[in-house]
C-alpha cells in the first residue's frame, strides 16, 4: 500500500485567512482526492485531484473555496480559502492502489478555524 | 446517488465480547471498504470486499452482493477497537472513477 503524509497534521486558524494542505504519496498514483470530515460526520468527497488539469468538484463544492493543485503524480495541495468556523474539519487525502483498485487515506489535517 | 446505511450507530461492550456490524448499500457497487478510524483520527483500512468473506485475525467481514449488504464481525473485543467504523462503497459502472460513498459510521466503545 502507499504511503500517504499530510502537512500539516492540525492548524487553528482566523476568520478570513487561507490554509493550503499537502499531500505526498511515496509512489505515482493516478487517482487522488480530497475528503472532509465535519466534527461527528462521516466523510464527504469534495473533489478528484487530477494531474495537468483542473480538479473534479463534487455538487456543494466549488473551486473558488477549495483550489487543489495536482502538479505531478506524488504531490497535491488543497487550500480552504476565505475560511469560517464552518470550514472547521479533518480534511483527508486519499489515493487508489495496490492490485484491488483499494483506496488509502492519509492522516489528517485537523483544522479549526476560530 | 447511492445511499449507505450503517446500524447499529452506537455500539457498547464489554472486553472479549463479539459483535456484528452492518452496512446495506441502494445500488450494485464494485468496491466495497471497511475503515477504522481511531481516537485519533486516523482511517485504517480493514478489508476491501465488493463480495464473498474474508478474515483477519479477530475480524472478518461478509459482502453478498447481490442481496447488497456487508457485515463486519469483531470477535473477542479489546479496548483498542474501540472508534468508528465506517463502510464505503464506489457504485458499479461509477464513471468518475473511485469516488468513495462512505456510510454515518458505527461508534463502538469497547470497555474494560
Known amino acids: 500500500s502507499a504511503v500517504i503524509s499530510q502537512k500539516p497534521s492540525r492548524d487553528i486558524c482566523q476568520r478570513g485567512t487561507s490554509l493550503t494542505i499537502q499531500c505526498q504519496v511515496d509512489s505515482q498514483v493516478t487517482m487522488m482526492f480530497w475528503y472532509r470530515q465535519q466534527p461527528g460526520q462521516s466523510l464527504t468527497l469534495i473533489a478528484t485531484a487530477n494531474q495537468g488539469s483542473e480538479a473534479t468538484y463534487e455538487s456543494g463544492f466549488v473551486i473558488d473555496k477549495f483550489p487543489i493543485s495536482r502538479p505531478n503524480l506524488t504531490f497535491s495541495t488543497l487550500t480552504v480559502s476565505n475560511m469560517s468556523p464552518e470550514d472547521s474539519s479533518i480534511y483527508l487525502c486519499?489515493?487508489?492502489?495496490?492490485?484491488?483498485?483499494?483506496?488509502?487515506f492519509g492522516p489528517g489535517t485537523r483544522l479549526t478555524v476560530l | 446517488g447511492i445511499q449507505v446505511e450503517q446500524s447499529p450507530p452506537d455500539l457498547i461492550l464489554q472486553e472479549g465480547a463479539n459483535s456484528t456490524l452492518r452496512c446495506n448499500f441502494s445500488?450494485?457497487?464494485?468496491?466495497l471498504q471497511w475503515f477504522h478510524q481511531n481516537p485519533w483520527g486516523q482511517l485504517i483500512n480493514l478489508f476491501y470486499i465488493p463480495s464473498g468473506t474474508k478474515q483477519n485475525g479477530r475480524l472478518s467481514a461478509t459482502t453478498v452482493a447481490t442481496e447488497r449488504y456487508s457485515l463486519l464481525y469483531i470477535s473477542s473485543s479489546q479496548t483498542t477497537d474501540s472508534g468508528v467504523y465506517f463502510c464505503?462503497?464506489?457504485?458499479?459502472?461509477?464513471?468518475?472513477?473511485?469516488?468513495?460513498?462512505f456510510g454515518e459510521g458505527t461508534q463502538l466503545t469497547v470497555n474494560p
Open positions: 486519499s489515493v487508489v492502489g495496490g492490485s484491488q483498485n483499494e483506496q488509502f
Open positions: 445500488d450494485s457497487v464494485n468496491n
Open positions: 464505503a462503497v464506489v457504485k458499479l459502472a461509477e464513471t468518475s472513477g473511485s469516488r468513495l460513498t
